[in-house]
């Protein structure tokens, strides 16, 4: 399965209406706390390649994940190699990866706000540090790639949004683009 | 706390019948699967490190830990720094670790069967390639730690075994040493 998905900044009040409007179903909030690291043997950054420990909590649970992604192995739907599991505790592997010379590069924390709507699941995310975005993505296989591309850009056109306005670039890419 | 630790070769026979004389209480046996990684950037023998993914199993419950044991801060009483946790999938570890460059070095598995005898965890190890072998351990106290070697090897000479046989290389050693 291919993950696709289309990300746009876009002021939050305005499509929560529209999403009020189509009846889209709330599926609730999450915090996440992403925490990336550099390794001390490559240059993630040329290699493409991220490590990372998430930490997502909804009023009171709290999870936290290793996530390794490889570089991309296809640009148009951003398919990478990933391999991820859950952790007992991510202050250990935090640890773990300092003792092994990995060290705490960049944290993304965001709040996210999930919708429902027509098999899409649309995104309201607060970046600190960087604003309001809206996401909108779906799986879908090999062949039904370009289908779920048109249909992302059709929901986003039905929030009052232009798929023209498409941002590329990862969270963690416009922080460090910041800096 | 430290833990305090003497492991000799010896034939379990024997010790099964003195631990049953003196009403040793029996902890249950375990399965351990040790995968032990090289790094990309160190030499993990040179430097006294260790990486681990630990696969335990008891009679159909299993639970995999990845751990990293630092350099001994203290050559008598055996103590690392060690990071350790659960995941949740063993597998998924083993190929994050990989494409991070880190290679399976060696693999140490093991039936633990476990007694508890006046305060001290006596261990039956059969070690794949190696043989059987008994532990005694306890965790002491940085001021205890000298009496608790005391009480190990006071153990050791009731189980009818000779302190003096100890072996300080950990199996993981002893596999790399047989080579």
Do not use: C, W
Not at 26 to 48: C, I, K, M, N
Not at 72 to 88: C, F, I
Not at 123 to 131: I, K, M, R
Request: hydrophobic share 35%; charged share 40%; aromatic share 6%.
């Amino acid at each position: 399965m291919y993950e696709v998905e289309v990300k746009v900044r876009a002021d939050h009040e305005a499509v929560r209406e529209r999403l009020h409007e189509l009846d889209a179903r709330s599926l609730g909030t999450v915090t996440q706390e992403d925490f990336y690291y550099d390794a001390p043997h490559r240059d993630f950054a040329e290699t493409d390649e991220a490590l990372r420990i998430r930490r997502e909590s909804d009023d009171g649970d709290a999870e936290e994940v290793v996530t390794y992604k490889g570089p991309l192995v296809e640009r148009e739907s951003k398919t990478r190699k990933e391999h991820e599991t859950v952790v007992g505790d991510g202050e250990t592997v935090d640890r773990l990866l300092s003792a092994l010379g990995f060290e705490a590069a960049a944290t993304v924390t965001k709040e996210r706000e999930r919708y429902e709507l027509d098999g899409y699941v649309v995104t309201l995310d607060v970046v600190a540090g960087l604003g309001e975005f809206v996401e909108v993505e779906t799986e879908a296989d090999e062949a039904d790639v370009e289908r779920a591309r048109i249909g992302t850009y059709d929901v986003l056109s039905e929030l009052g949004l232009n798929p023209n306005d498409q941002i590329r670039t990862s969270y963690l890419g416009l922080l460090l683009e910041d800096e």
